[in-house]
């Protein structure tokens, strides 16, 4: 096993010789047969163990059998001892996915603090397989059929191609020793009640069900490669990307037929889960949204736009020296007017109550438009000049005792402008 891994680290992962790699060990077969390994080739290694104290003694028991392999064989390693529980409450969080945040979480905090560079776990063929039928069950698109990938940016699974028979086999060869976790027993979690149940019924079907899995796996990449390769091509026809937002081109779109799967590439990576809601926006009427935790989608007329949410508590802001804010402003008293621009607005610094704000548009604000007769809503203003929603969403104002002085970049109130009356003639530019 010792050679067909370095074999497979030659082959796949020749960028691991001469980096510093910390193993994450459990204390379990898998973990330890990962850490029986590379401490015998020519890697710089260190381990991570994670106490995640759900298990009281039997947890410190395998924190022990872990510090005594790497005193043992002199390996650095680093402990870290969690409340998952507690976390897991505070969290409204499964347990599971409260261990996996705390411990990844943890793993990427010393990747910076000890200036490594990768972490390896040691995941393995039959953990591949029952993650592909464990998303096959409760359903999935060809990304959940791909199965565990070997690289996940700073993770690498350099066991992915052994079985958990070969696993074992090594352990008991070399007698290599390890800790049980009496929670793999246990069909309390899917993932066991797929392990213990539906694999090996699979496996008697099959008794090459392994191997047979394997070049399924790597026939479902090639067609995801196939898949990222086309959805570029169309990207590039069919998407812009303005500032922070994109504008998808709906009559472009739908040139293609299984447009669907474009959207679900471009959109997948921004955390959206209704994706029946995402594809009836491509025929729903104008305004209408889907979001996501950071992320809102919009039908504006011919396009999509898709554009981050907001801090809402972060609406309005003085402006101030010592002040960080979204916009900068530079302000100047002069006695010139010439070459007023969009950037640029020149008031009468007596009709200003300091100090000044922006904020984004709020229900009701109305101003006097330069050069307009009367007052006008914002939000008529704003279709008039075919804002989008998002272009609304914006838009900052500057303000003064809650007036509106500037639509910043487009149009300045009249209220404020410089008369022949004026004395102190203020110059406010955009930066």
Same mark, same amino acid.
């Given at each position: 096993m010792l050679q067909k891994l370095q074999l497979h680290l030659d082959a796949n992962f020749p960028f691991l010789q001469g980096k510093r790699l910390f193993l994450a060990v459990s204390g379990g077969v898998d973990s330890m047969v990962l850490l029986d390994l590379f401490h015998q080739l020519p890697y710089d290694i260190a381990v991570l163990h994670c106490n995640f104290?759900?298990?009281?003694?039997?947890?410190?028991?395998?924190?022990?059998?872990?510090?005594?392999?790497?005193? !043992?064989?002199?390996?650095? @390693?680093? *402990? +870290?001892?969690?409340?998952?529980?507690?976390? !897991?409450?505070?969290?409204? @969080?499964? *347990? +599971?996915?409260?261990a996996r945040k705390l411990r990844y979480d943890w793993f990427y905090n010393q990747l910076d603090e000890k200036n490594f560079d990768y972490i390896l776990t040691a995941h393995h063929l039959d953990d591949n397989l029952e993650t592909f039928l464990i998303n096959l069950t409760r359903g999935t698109g060809l990304d959940g059929l791909t199965g565990i990938p070997a690289q996940n940016d700073k993770i690498i699974r350099p066991l992915l191609p052994f079985s958990r028979v070969e696993i074992e086999l090594y352990c008991s060869d070399t007698n290599l020793q390890w800790r049980e976790d009496s929670s793999n027993a246990s069909d309390k979690y899917f993932r066991n009640k797929i392990r213990h149940s539906v694999v090996p019924v699979l496996k008697e079907l099959n008794s090459n069900l392994l191997s047979s899995f394997q070049n399924t796996i790597e026939s479902l990449n090639q067609s995801q490669s196939l898949v990222e390769d086309a959805a570029n091509l169309v990207y590039e026809k069919v998407v812009q990307e303005t500032d922070n937002q994109l504008k998808i081109d709906i009559k472009e779109l739908l040139n293609y037929s299984n447009y669907k799967a474009f959207l679900y590439q471009w959109l997948k990576e921004y955390g959206f889960t209704a994706w029946d809601a995402i594809y009836d926006l491509v025929t729903a009427q104008s305004g209408k949204q889907v979001f996501s935790e950071s992320y809102f989608l919009l039908k504006d007329r011919e396009v999509l736009i898709l554009a981050p949410r907001e801090d809402k508590d972060l609406e309005e802001y003085e402006i101030g020296d010592a002040l960080e804010t979204p916009i900068k402003f530079s302000?100047?008293?002069?006695?010139d007017i010439s070459n007023p621009n969009s950037?640029?607005?020149?008031?009468?610094?007596?009709?200003?109550?300091?100090?000044?704000?922006?904020?984004?548009?709020?229900?009701?604000?109305?101003?006097?438009?330069?050069?307009?007769?009367?007052?006008?809503?914002?939000?008529?203003?704003?279709?008039?000049?075919?804002?989008?929603?998002?272009?609304?969403?914006?838009?900052?104002?500057?303000?003064?005792?809650?007036?509106?002085?500037?639509?910043?970049?487009?149009?300045?109130?009249?209220?404020?402008?410089?008369?022949e009356n004026t004395i102190n003639k203020l110059q406010i530019k955009l930066h």
């Open positions: 104290s759900l298990r009281n003694e039997e947890s410190d028991g395998d924190e022990a059998f872990v510090k005594r392999y790497c005193e !043992a064989k002199s390996i650095p @390693l680093y *402990i +870290q001892k969690f409340d998952t529980s507690k976390f !897991a409450e505070e969290n409204k @969080l499964s *347990i +599971q996915v409260a302000f100047c008293n002069v006695s950037n640029c607005i020149f008031v009468d610094q007596d009709a200003l109550q300091f100090p000044l704000t922006i904020r984004k548009w709020q229900e009701g604000d109305c101003f006097y438009p330069i050069g307009m007769q009367g007052k006008k809503k914002l939000s008529k203003y704003y279709k008039d000049e075919k804002y989008s929603l998002i272009d609304k969403l914006n838009q900052w104002v500057l303000c003064s005792n809650n007036q509106i002085v500037w639509v910043v970049g487009k149009r300045q109130d009249d209220r404020f402008k410089i008369t």
